[in-house]
Structure formats: C-alpha cells, structure tokens
C-alpha cells in the first residue's frame, strides 16, 4: 500500500515537467493513485502540474555548470585585463620620470658652468665639452623620439 503510494508519488514527480494531465484517485482497496489516464467509472482529480519555464527560444537555458564556467572565465578574463591596464600605468609612470630625467639633464647640461655628472655606481666625473654634447643630443634624442 505504501509502495504504491510511493510508486505513484515518484511517477507524478517524474511526470511533472510533462504537459500531460494527472489525476489522482483511490482504487478499490482504498489506496491512492496516481496516473494519466484514470479508470473508467472512478472519481478522479486532476492535479495541478508545475510549468517549465518559459524560454524565448523554445530550449532551456544555460546549465549551472555552463553559466559556472562561464562566470569563471570572465571573472579571468577581469583580473587579467586589470592586470594589463596596472602595467600600462606602471609604463606609463615610467615613461613619465625617464622623460622628466631627460628635460632635466637637457637643462642641467645646457646651462654649463661647472659639469660634473653622478655616475650610476655613485662616483663623481667630470664631463668635457665633447661629453657634454653627446649627452645633450642623446637626451633631446629620447626625448624626440618618447616625449610629448
């Protein structure tokens, strides 16, 4: 008796996403039953079966893991996007102090007097004058060729 009900509990579930009509009613022995097509001669209800969802294009949308997978990919997408815009800024930050270095050399350079140079290991040398212009034209080269 019980399994029957079951049974038919099972079928109306599985029957659900179905258009077709339910019905329930109690057979002869008293049991409750489940089905689309009910007996002849038996008072039967018609259940009330949920819809599926409505869909534009006649077919479900996206599963779960599709849309998943595809949040995940753009979220991968976003961060390596950020990524790359951090390291244009990061260039351009660069780009910015070498063409702000260059000015500054150009001027330093170009106003004479005593030209001593700081060299990158720190010590101290003094340019001469042959020195000295290759230095300017290789600045205002850079910055020709880098510089707005």
């Not at 007996?39 to 996206?62: F, Q």
């Not at 001027?107 to 001469?128: A, I, K, T, W």
Request: net charge positive; with cysteine.
């Amino acid at each position: 008796m019980i399994a029957k009900t079951l049974i038919g509990g099972i079928l109306l579930l599985a029957m659900a996403g179905a258009q077709a009509a339910m019905y329930k009613w109690k057979d002869e022995h008293g049991n409750t039953q489940f089905g689309q097509f009910p007996p002849a001669g038996v008072e039967a209800k018609r259940m009330k079966t949920p819809h599926a969802p409505a869909s534009s294009s006649g077919k479900s949308g996206p599963g779960l893991q599709d849309r998943v997978k595809a949040l995940e990919e753009k979220q991968g997408q976003d961060r390596e996007n950020a990524q790359m815009a951090n390291q244009e800024k990061e260039r351009a930050a660069q780009l910015k102090q070498n063409c702000d270095n260059a000015r500054k050399t150009v001027q330093l350079l170009e106003r004479g007097g005593n030209r001593r140079y700081r060299m990158p290991d720190g010590s101290v040398q003094r340019l001469d004058e042959k020195e000295t212009r290759r230095r300017i034209d290789e600045s205002k080269k850079y910055l020709k060729d880098n510089c707005s």
